[in-house]
């Protein structure tokens, strides 16, 4: 066959979705300690949204949106990232109204038309947490503590929080400015992309991975002497309430989220184990969002982490992904005589709420032989196997076999059930 996966997007296929299954299992019950309700969102907006509250300068808008004209003529676009959608969300649907604030999560895939690397595609996935309506500095570390907590009951180590300020829009352009002095002083040295980047989003030039701009960036001034008074209490209030929780957390003064509604905390969770995609979540507040979609002032902030990143170092560090599913109860026919009957067992212990696999073959192909099935039966992980034959069905009974003991015993068939519960519950 000719026809595969697009590049840079993969399948995840039954050896890893189970690990998946527990990383949005613990993410859930965390989101929902802290206070976090989930929504579902959809995967394309209006390109609008992205343009105006990614912004037009970013990485994501100017090169990785993946925009189509729909059959009507608009232009929508496969979500790069899931604040923007969380908040326009908020605004339609009047959560926010009235000085209220909403504590909203959700997960799925996001679209990248990035360049294909280990732990780098271009669908992904990511789970996303927002905190609406609050401007204090305690949500920013209550948002941290959270994704914390999150990568903690995972088991996830070597991680480290990386934290920093990128101001508001009344020290920004002093901080931007004195940026612009420094970075012109030393044009020479930056790539053709920083240079672009000097007068459009001089931010960015201190997220450049190139490592000629990153020695530069490196000298370039900290944006802490240019925070206004109230941006400087802010993050002083931030690194007290991270502290105040035992959170240990770098400064990283080249840290920064780019735009113009990104405001104050701006912060990342690196894992060690990683490589050069080191980030597993990155987050920050973003008071001037929704004006920038045309909404009203309505203070944010959150986290968004990478699910595939996640797993991958979760699986690098051995870290426990829980139990594999796996069946209970395997459910053999010994004879073609024999296979409706045990289709019907089948499905009365599974509507019992007992996890039962069968070969589903049937004599005209596909069915396996008794020792096949057995053989399988003995690999997949069940303690019980209920086995039909002749006999059996002749008397209406059921062979059920403990494959922990060995031990094997004939039942009326309306004993199964009694029979495997009261060994289970004997252990
Ligand atoms: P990076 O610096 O690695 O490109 P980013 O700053 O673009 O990350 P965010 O937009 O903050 O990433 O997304 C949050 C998280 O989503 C990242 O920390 C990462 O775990 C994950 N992520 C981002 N882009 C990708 C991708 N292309 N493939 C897999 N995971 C990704
Ligand atoms: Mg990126």
């Excluded at 929902?32 to 990614?54: C, I, K, M, N, W």
């Excluded at 903690?152 to 931007?176: A, F, H, T």
């Excluded at 780019?258 to 701006?266: C, I």
């Excluded at 699910?307 to 699986?315: A, T």
């Amino acid at each position: 066959m000719d026809i595969r996966a697009p590049r840079g997007v993969r399948d995840i296929l039954p050896d890893e979705s189970w690990k998946w299954a527990y990383v949005l299992d613990v993410t859930a019950k965390t989101m929902a300690d802290f206070g976090y309700a989930e929504v579902h969102l959809p995967v394309f907006e209006q390109t609008e949204l992205f343009s105006r509250g990614v912004g037009d300068t970013t990485d994501i808008v100017e090169k990785e949106m993946y925009t189509f004209l729909d059959r009507g003529g608009r232009s929508v676009t496969l979500r790069p990232e899931a604040t923007a959608g969380m908040v326009r969300a908020a605004l339609e649907h009047g959560l926010c109204v009235h000085g209220a604030s909403a504590k909203l999560w959700c997960q799925g895939p996001m679209f990248r038309y990035e360049r294909p690397q280990k732990g780098r595609y271009r669908q992904f996935c990511q789970l996303d947490a927002e905190c609406l309506g609050l401007p204090g500095p305690v949500a920013d570390v209550e948002i941290i503590a959270l994704s914390a907590e999150i990568f903690r009951r995972l088991g996830l180590k070597n991680l480290e929080v990386v934290l920093n300020s990128v101001g508001c829009p009344n020290c920004r352009p002093g901080y931007r400015q004195a940026l612009v002095d420094y970075f012109t002083s030393k044009k020479e040295g930056l790539c053709e992309t920083c240079i672009g980047r000097l007068d459009r989003n001089p931010l960015r030039v201190l997220d450049c991975k190139l490592p000629d701009c990153g020695a530069i960036a490196d000298a370039a001034p900290a944006v802490y002497e240019h925070l206004c008074g109230e941006c400087t209490s802010h993050f002083e209030e931030v690194k007290a309430g991270l502290t105040r929780l035992g959170f240990v957390y770098k400064l990283d003064k080249r840290l920064v989220r780019g735009l113009d509604y990104y405001t104050r905390t701006a912060y990342e969770i690196l894992s060690g184990d990683l490589g050069a995609q080191n980030a597993v979540c990155g987050g920050g507040r973003y008071d001037n969002l929704s004006e920038s979609i045309g909404g009203p002032h309505l203070p944010g902030v959150g986290f968004a982490g990478g699910i595939d990143r996640i797993v991958m170092v979760m699986e690098q560090q051995g870290a426990s992904f829980g139990e594999r599913p796996q069946p209970a109860v395997c459910v053999v026919a010994q004879s073609e005589a024999a296979r409706g009957a045990s289709q019907v067992l089948t499905h009365r212990l599974r509507r019992e709420g007992f996890a039962v696999e069968q070969d589903a073959g049937d004599s005209s192909r596909w069915a396996r032989s008794f020792r096949a099935q057995m053989k399988s039966a003995g690999g997949s992980g069940a303690a019980w196997v209920c086995i039909i034959g002749d006999e059996e069905l002749a008397s209406g009974s059921v062979a059920v076999k403990n494959m922990n003991t060995g031990d094997q015993v004939v039942v009326p068939d309306a004993e199964v059930t009694r029979t495997i519960q009261t060994a289970t519950s004997e252990v």
